[in-house]
C-alpha cells in the first residue's frame, strides 16, 4: 500500500509540476531571448509579465478547434497526444531525488530512449495526416532527422552505462558520487546535447517546423488545443533532455548544501538556459547537413567513444 | 567548432548590454518636430483662419479623406464653410501640407488616435483647428498677398508697390 501510494503521489506530483513547468517555460524562453536580443519580452501581464502564462492559455484553450476538411481525421487528432504521452511516460523513470520518482526500472536509459523514439511518430504522423504540402513537408524532414540522431543519441549514453555499470538511472546518478560524468564522458554529452537538440525540434534543429520555409511545418494545421500540445510537448521534451542530460552526466539530484530536489531543479534550468541559448545563437542548417553532420561525424565520434571508454574501464577494472 | 563557441560567447555578452526597447506608455520617444501626424489647422497671427479654401489639400490628398466648401465673408475672405478629414483613410503622407499655399494644413508629432469606434476618427473642422500659427509663426497669407480684402487695399501688402495707374503709363 504505501509503495504503491508514494508512487501515486510522485506520479501526480511529477505530471503537475512538469506540465505547470512547460507551461512557465514558454515565459522563461521569450524572457530569456529577449535579454539576449536586448528586448524586456512579455512583462505586462502581472508581475514580470508572468501572467501572460496564464492568458496564453486561456487563449489556446478558447480557440476554434479546427480540423481541415482535406485532413485524415483519426489520425490528425491521435497525433498530437502522441508526443504528450511519450514524452510525459518518460518522466516516469526520471529520478528526482532519493525515494521520489515515479518508478525505477533497470532499463531505465533504454525506456526513454524507445520513448523518445516514439515520439518522432507523432510529428510524421501529424506531417503526414494533414494534408498539406507544407506538413508533409515538415513531417518528411522530421523521419530524416530521426534517422540522423537516434542512433548516435543511444550510442552517446553508451559510455555512461559502460561507466556506471547499469542502465537504472538512480544507480547512474549514484555513480557520479566521486565526480560527474561531464568530464570523462565530455564526447558523449555533446553528441547527446545534438541529439537532444534535434530530438525536441529545437532551434537550430527544427527542420520540421521551419518557421521561415514551411509556414509552421509539421502543425500548419493545426489550431487550439492540439497545437498547444504540440506546443507543450516541445516544452516537455526540452525539460525532460535537460533532466536527463543532468542525470546523465550531471550527477542529477548530487549535490552540497542544498536539497536535492533543488540541485536537480537547478541543473535542469542552466541547460534549459542553454538550450535557450541555442536558439538565439544558432542558424538552422539544411536537412542533408544534419544527416551528413550526423553519419559522417557524430555517428563514429560516438562509436570510438564508446570503445575507448569500454577499453579503459577494462583495462582499469577487468572483465 | 571555435566559431560556434564564439558565437555562443557573442550571444551571451548580450545579457548585460542595456535594452533597446523604449517602455512606450511610460517613456516616450522625443519626436521630431517635423514628424507627420494629426492633422491640424492653424491660425495666422492675428487670429484668424488660415484656411483659404483653395482645395488643393483635398486635390493632392491620395486617399481623398480630405472635404471641404469654400465660402467667402462679408469682407471678401475666402474661408472653408466646412472642413473634414477621415482619419480613418488618412495615410498621414503630408501631400496636403505640401500642397497648401496658405501653411494653413500641418501635420504635427502626435500619433496617438486610437479609437474605439470609427465615426470617431471623422474630425471637422472645430477638431481640426488650433489657436495658433503652428509651425510658422511670422506668416499671414493676407498681409503678403495681392488680393484686396476688407480693410487691405490692393498696394497695402507688405513689399508690395502700389498699383500702377495704367492710364498714366502711355509711352
Known amino acids: 500500500m504505501t509503495e504503491t501510494a508514494r508512487a501515486l503521489w510522485s506520479l501526480g506530483g511529477i505530471v503537475l509540476a512538469v506540465l505547470s513547468l512547460a507551461a512557465g517555460l514558454i515565459w522563461v524562453e521569450r524572457r530569456l531571448l529577449a535579454v539576449w536580443q536586448e528586448r524586456y519580452g512579455p512583462n505586462r501581464v502581472g508581475p514580470l509579465g508572468l501572467g501572460q502564462v496564464l492568458a496564453d492559455t486561456v ?224 542558424p538552422r542548417p539544411r536537412f542533408d547537413q544534419l544527416t551528413g553532420y550526423a553519419w559522417k561525424w557524430l555517428l563514429p565520434l560516438t562509436l570510438v567513444n564508446l570503445a575507448v571508454t569500454g577499453a579503459i574501464r577494462l583495462a582499469l577494472e577487468g572483465p | 567548432m571555435i566559431s560556434l563557441l564564439r558565437s555562443f560567447w557573442r550571444v551571451l555578452r548580450h545579457t548585460f548590454a542595456p535594452r533597446d526597447t523604449v517602455q512606450y506608455p511610460e517613456e516616450r520617444r522625443r519626436l521630431a518636430a517635423r514628424w507627420r501626424g494629426r492633422i491640424i489647422l492653424s491660425r495666422d497671427p492675428d487670429g484668424e483662419e488660415r484656411c483659404v479654401g483653395c482645395y488643393l489639400c483635398a486635390a493632392a490628398c491620395p486617399v481623398d479623406c480630405i472635404a471641404l466648401q469654400a465660402t467667402e465673408d462679408e469682407h471678401g475672405r475666402r474661408y472653408p464653410e466646412f472642413f473634414r478629414i477621415n482619419f480613418s483613410r488618412c495615410i498621414l503622407c503630408g501631400f496636403c501640407e505640401e500642397a497648401c499655399p496658405t501653411y494653413a494644413i500641418q501635420l504635427t508629432p502626435d500619433f496617438e488616435m486610437g479609437e474605439t469606434r470609427r465615426e470617431n476618427l471623422i474630425y471637422e473642422k472645430e477638431d481640426l483647428l488650433i489657436d495658433g500659427p503652428g509651425k510658422y509663426p511670422g506668416y499671414n497669407f493676407y498681409r503678403v498677398a495681392g488680393l484686396a480684402i476688407g480693410g487691405k487695399d490692393k498696394g497695402e501688402a507688405r513689399c508690395e508697390a502700389p498699383p500702377v495707374d495704367v492710364r498714366k503709363l502711355m509711352p
Not at chain 1, 151 to 159: N, P
Not at chain 1, 178 to 194: I, R, T, Y
Open chain 1, 59 to 282: 487563449k489556446l484553450l478558447f480557440k476554434e478547434d479546427w480540423i481541415p476538411p482535406f485532413a485524415d481525421r483519426p489520425v490528425f487528432v491521435l497525433a498530437p497526444t502522441i508526443v504528450m504521452i511519450t514524452v510525459l511516460t518518460s518522466f516516469a523513470v526520471v529520478p528526482v531525488a532519493p525515494g521520489i520518482g515515479v518508478v525505477d526500472l533497470n532499463v531505465g536509459v533504454l525506456f526513454v530512449l524507445a520513448m523518445s523514439s516514439l515520439g518522432a511518430y507523432s510529428v510524421v504522423l501529424a506531417g503526414w495526416s494533414s494534408n498539406s504540402k507544407y506538413s508533409l513537408l515538415g513531417g518528411l524532414r522530421a523521419a530524416s532527422q530521426m534517422i540522423s540522431y537516434e542512433v548516435f543519441m543511444g550510442l552517446a549514453l553508451m559510455g555512461v552505462v559502460v561507466l556506471a555499470g547499469s542502465f537504472d538511472l538512480r544507480r547512474i546518478v549514484e555513480a557520479q558520487r566521486d565526480g560527474w560524468f561531464c568530464g570523462p564522458q565530455l564526447l558523449g554529452l555533446v553528441a547527446f546535447l545534438v541529439a537532444g537538440l534535434a530530438e525536441t525540434h529545437r532551434l537550430p534543429f527544427d527542420l520540421p517546423e521551419a518557421e521561415s520555409e514551411l509556414v509552421a511545418g509539421f502543425h500548419s494545421e493545426y489550431s487550439g488545443m492540439k497545437f498547444g500540445m504540440f506546443f507543450v510537448g516541445e516544452y516537455l521534451g526540452v525539460i525532460l533532455i535537460s533532466a536527463l542530460t543532468t542525470t546523465l552526466f550531471f550527477g542529477g539530484w548530487l549535490g552540497p548544501w542544498l536539497p536535492p530536489v533543488v540541485w536537480l531543479l537547478l541543473k535542469t534550468f542552466v541547460l534549459i538556459a542553454f538550450f535557450v541559448l541555442c536558439r538565439a545563437t544558432l
